[in-house]
């Protein structure tokens, strides 16, 4: 069955970094497009970026472009999200998502704070 476990999530004070991980099992990740979303307190899940089975295609919201890196490594069937300049609105829950199978992972929590 699809698997799909974030880590990496932290505290983290504003302009800092954090990298987030999402190890996949259960599908042949190689075949498939990963995305990352985000849902902070008393608001809907967002998108943040996606990127197709071989890593060619990524796409970002506006909100993130320019800071936030998708990417993933296949032999690894792992998707990271490189965050930078990390600000206090990047505060929620982050969730790795397999759109192709409608799952979710169980988030990993992402606190920018001074």
Known sequence: ????????????????SLRLSCAASGFTFSRHAMSWYR???????QFIAT????????????SVKGRFTISRDN???????QMNSLKLEDTAVYYCYAPDFAYWGQGTQVTVSS
């Open 1 to 16: 069955q699809v698997q799909l476990v974030e880590s990496g999530g932290g505290l983290v004070q504003p302009g800092g």
């Open 39 to 45: 849902q902070a307190p008393g608001k809907e899940r």
């Open 51 to 62: 990127i197709t089975n071989n890593g060619g295609i990524k796409n970002y919201a506006d």
């Open 75 to 81: 032999v690894k069937n792992t998707v990271y999200l």
